[in-house]
């Protein structure tokens, strides 16, 4: 799975039974900050297992952030954001790269490891 090497990896088995798909996140945005770049995605599509204390809240999607960490090489064309894609993940001990584009948009990552920083559940007033 694209998180099998990312620091607290423990979140996703644990949340979700190991099974967390990226395919068809919606590209919210990235903040690159000196030798770190974090991203934001909304997943739309619920996996079947995800914790029981959210059923008391009201949501429809998942918020999911994560951070690259030591960056080799970054790369990016555009400026549009709030776009669906389906990034191309590849992670080994001591190396993570992500690749996504959409709509005039182009990013590329290559970093020394990933790190999940949150899944929260979400509430987004435009789906149902």
């Not at 770049?37 to 009201?58: G, H, M, N, S």
């Not at 030591?70 to 191309?88: L, Q, T, Y």
């Amino acid at each position: 799975m694209w998180f099998d090497y990312a620091s607290g990896k423990e979140k996703i088995k644990f949340m979700f039974d190991n099974d967390l798909s990226i395919d068809e996140l919606e590209f919210k945005n990235f903040l690159f900050n000196g030798d770190l770049v974090r991203f934001q995605f909304t997943l739309k599509k619920i996996p079947k297992v995800y914790p029981k204390k959210w059923d008391a809240e009201k949501f429809n999607a998942i918020s999911l952030v994560f951070s690259f960490v030591n960056i080799n090489d970054f790369e990016f064309h555009g400026r549009k954001a709030n776009f669906f894609c389906s990034p191309n993940f590849f992670s080994v001990t001591e190396k993570s790269i992500i690749e996504f584009q959409g709509e005039g948009f182009y990013l590329y990552c290559d970093a020394e490891f990933i790190s999940i920083d949150g899944v929260t559940p979400y509430i987004d007033e435009r789906w149902d």
